[in-house]
């Protein structure tokens, strides 16, 4: 640990640390305006200047590495002056009706708090220094975009760049002249996947969620966990007089690291739609018709009755649902089994996640993953066989795309050209149906070009020789014809892999949902296992 003095006070700083990391970890506030925590510091908006004795000028905390004896002043009058003039600057674009419109927006509570005049401009007047208006744009189904309110921080251009991967927002022009605009006529013409990343960070209200603008802000704010896909992301749910207005992710969580995708930041308009359902129907003479609980229950249990009666408990099915929770999921084959008396139990897992529980079993012992999420930006080597991460679970898609943006390596196997093969360093578009041949062929050009761990083989592996006689018949030149797939992409693709270490692999329903389901598992498995990228 390192020694310095914050304002004359003895503080413990961490080797590496940047000056406003240690000093919110001592509780000292100083204002930032372009920092967001999910971002790379860049110090472009200069409002977390401090003074630091013996260097010649003050210095911006963000980016700026603690050293061992610092003597740290955060708000001297020199310090608290270059703040308020910094504002003044930015403040001679930004419209006055925004400030008293937005009061609890960062930007406008640092006016508030340096005591920055804004009545001298109104939001029918152009701006001083550029002349004319910037961009207004309601097309987006979610989101409202008033570039008047911009302070040309940068922040959505860099967290669309460094969180989402989607590049949207681009700088134009330089200087005063700056314009942020998005990659295309307007925003809902762009690349925009909806993530709301842009809006959760700009400080001004230049960017601004519809719901808000239509419900009002959030009065009341309770954290939980998306229930859309399995990735488990949690997220900050906003209330207003009952309703949901905003969702916005958590900052804190290792999942998705203060992100969220459409799903979970847009897709809750069906709590309060008019056409949902709040109450049990039950269909008489070819219509629905509203009834009781006690009604529903009664019709039910009735009927349950009667199908027994007549013709036995193996008459009934019971499906439980990927959806509920473990406990409610319990419950359901419970019910199944005592009270029915059937074994007659299914859910989606059975064709979603039972090839791989099944195939990891059978050759580790459990049918659970290897890795973590984090794995992902510790991994050299990505494949990506039968899911579509991009599409089905943005948050991870985007981490993956992130990973390789910053040089790991990518190999995508999928009939379908998804977002990802865009980004890969080899894509082998596969003839539908024939994951097993394929992976096995990758397997064969490892072993043949003796790309395989031997010291990991030789401290997990058992009957690898009769395995590498096996995997001979489905050399890459075999394969390729019934695969559709060059010979010389699958021994590519054999290399990245195997050399690319540590390598991760992700697999989903492109690889499960197929009769040969388990062996396509098993075959992604022992591609793990010959390289010896299994158990890091």
């Given at each position: 640990?390192?020694?310095?003095?914050?304002?004359?006070?003895?503080?413990?700083?961490?080797?590496?640390?940047?000056?406003?990391?240690?000093?919110?970890?001592?509780?000292?506030?100083?204002?930032?305006?372009?920092?967001?925590?999910?971002?790379?510091?860049?110090?472009?908006?200069?409002?977390?200047?401090?003074?630091?004795?013996?260097?010649?000028?003050?210095?911006?905390?963000?980016?700026?590495?603690?050293?061992?004896?610092?003597?740290?002043?955060?708000?001297?009058?020199?310090?608290?002056?270059?703040?308020?003039?910094?504002?003044?600057?930015?403040?001679?674009?930004?419209?006055?009706?925004?400030?008293?419109?937005?009061?609890?927006?960062?930007?406008?509570?640092?006016?508030?708090?340096?005591?920055?005049?804004?009545?001298?401009?109104?939001?029918?007047?152009?701006?001083?220094?550029?002349?004319?208006?910037?961009?207004?744009?309601?097309?987006?189904?979610?989101?409202?975009?008033?570039?008047?309110?911009?302070?040309?921080?940068?922040?959505?251009?860099?967290?669309?760049?460094?969180?989402?991967?989607?590049?949207?927002?681009?700088?134009?022009?330089?200087?005063?002249?700056?314009?942020?605009?998005?990659?295309?006529?307007?925003?809902?013409?762009?690349?925009?996947?909806?993530?709301?990343?842009?809006?959760?960070?700009?400080?001004?209200?230049?960017?601004?969620?519809?719901?808000?603008?239509?419900?009002?802000?959030?009065?009341?704010?309770?954290?939980?966990?998306?229930?859309?896909?399995?990735?488990?992301?949690?997220?900050?749910?906003?209330?207003?007089?009952?309703?949901?207005?905003?969702?916005?992710?958590?900052?804190?969580?290792?999942?998705?690291?203060?992100?969220?995708?459409?799903?979970?930041?847009?897709?809750?308009?069906?709590?309060?739609?008019?056409?949902?359902?709040?109450?049990?129907?039950?269909?008489?003479?070819?219509?629905?018709?509203?009834?009781?609980?006690?009604?529903?229950?009664?019709?039910?249990?009735?009927?349950?009755?009667?199908?027994?009666?007549?013709?036995?408990?193996?008459?009934?099915?019971?499906?439980?649902?990927?959806?509920?929770?473990?406990?409610?999921?319990?419950?359901?084959?419970?019910?199944?089994?005592?009270?029915?008396?059937?074994?007659?139990?299914?859910?989606?897992?059975?064709?979603?996640?039972?090839?791989?529980?099944?195939?990891?079993?059978?050759?580790?012992?459990?049918?659970?993953?290897?890795?973590?999420?984090?794995?992902?930006?510790?991994?050299?080597?990505?494949?990506?066989?039968?899911?579509?991460?991009?599409?089905?679970?943005?948050?991870?898609?985007?981490?993956?795309?992130?990973?390789?943006?910053h040089g790991a390596k990518l190999i995508v196997i999928d009939p379908r050209q998804i977002e990802l093969a865009r980004y890969a360093d080899v894509y082998l578009q596969l003839r539908p149906g024939t994951n097993v041949a394929l992976l096995n062929a990758l397997v064969c050009?490892?072993?043949?070009?003796?790309?395989?761990?031997?010291?990991?083989?030789?401290?997990?592996?058992?009957?690898?020789?009769?395995?590498?006689?096996?995997?001979?018949?489905?050399?890459?030149?075999?394969?390729?014809?019934?695969?559709?797939?060059?010979?010389?992409?699958?021994?590519?693709?054999?290399?990245?892999?195997?050399?690319?270490?540590?390598?991760?692999?992700?697999?989903?329903?492109?690889?499960?949902?197929?009769?040969?389901?388990?062996?396509?598992?098993?075959?992604?498995?022992?591609?793990?296992?010959?390289?010896?990228?299994?158990?890091?």
């Open positions: 640990m390192l020694q310095v003095k914050v304002n004359g006070r003895d503080v413990e700083a961490r080797e590496g640390s940047t000056i406003l990391e240690v000093l919110r970890t001592a509780r000292i506030d100083v204002p930032t305006l372009c920092h967001d925590d999910r971002l790379k510091p860049s110090g472009a908006c200069r409002l977390c200047v401090v003074g630091i004795k013996g260097w010649p000028r003050p210095v911006t905390a963000c980016n700026t590495k603690i050293a061992n004896g610092m003597e740290i002043t955060t708000h001297s009058a020199e310090v608290e002056a270059l703040r308020r003039t910094l504002l003044q600057l930015l403040v001679e674009d930004y419209p006055a009706a925004a400030a008293e419109q937005y009061p609890n927006k960062q930007f406008n509570r640092l006016l508030q708090e340096y005591k920055v005049d804004v009545s001298g401009r109104r939001d029918e007047e152009p701006t001083p220094r550029r002349g004319t208006a910037r961009l207004e744009d309601a097309t987006h189904p979610y989101i409202q975009i008033d570039m008047n309110r911009c302070v040309t921080c940068f922040r959505c251009l860099r967290i669309c760049e460094e969180l989402q991967g989607q590049f949207v927002w681009k700088a134009w022009k330089r200087g005063d002249a700056t314009d942020i605009l998005p990659d295309g006529p307007t925003l809902l013409a762009s690349p925009c996947v909806s993530c709301g990343a842009c809006v959760d960070t700009c400080p001004t209200g230049a960017l601004e969620d519809k719901t808000v603008l239509a419900g009002g802000a959030p009065l009341m704010w309770t954290r939980t966990t998306c229930p859309y896909c399995g990735v488990g992301c949690e997220m900050q749910v906003g209330t207003r007089q009952g309703q949901i207005v905003q969702i916005t992710p958590a900052l804190d969580v290792p999942v998705n690291k203060g992100h969220l995708c459409v799903k979970g930041r847009y897709a809750f308009g069906f709590t309060n739609a008019p056409d949902r359902i709040t109450k049990p129907m039950i269909r008489q003479n070819g219509k629905w018709e509203k009834i009781s609980w006690k009604e529903a229950i009664d019709c039910v249990a009735k009927n349950l009755t009667r199908l027994l009666e007549e013709f036995g408990p193996e008459s009934i099915g019971v499906l439980g649902s990927a959806r509920a929770t473990n406990e409610e999921n319990y419950l359901t084959q419970k019910f199944a089994r005592v009270v029915l008396g059937t074994n007659n139990v299914d859910c989606c897992a059975r064709v979603c996640h039972a090839p791989t529980a099944a195939a990891m079993k059978a050759v580790f012992g459990t049918g659970a993953a290897t890795n973590s999420f984090d794995d992902i930006e510790q991994a050299a080597a990505i494949l990506i066989c039968g899911c579509n991460p991009t599409e089905n679970h943005p948050i991870v898609g985007a981490r993956i795309k992130q990973a390789v943006l050009a490892i072993v043949e070009e003796n790309l395989c761990d031997s010291r990991a083989v030789a401290e997990r592996v058992s009957g690898l020789h009769e395995f590498q006689q096996f995997v001979r018949d489905y050399a890459p030149d075999k394969v390729a014809p019934i695969c559709s797939v060059a010979a010389d992409d699958i021994r590519r693709a054999a290399r990245v892999y195997a050399t690319g270490k540590p390598a991760i692999c992700f697999h989903g329903l492109g690889v499960t949902e197929h009769v040969q389901g388990t062996d396509g598992v098993k075959a992604l498995v022992n591609l793990a296992l010959l390289t010896g990228n299994f158990g890091k």
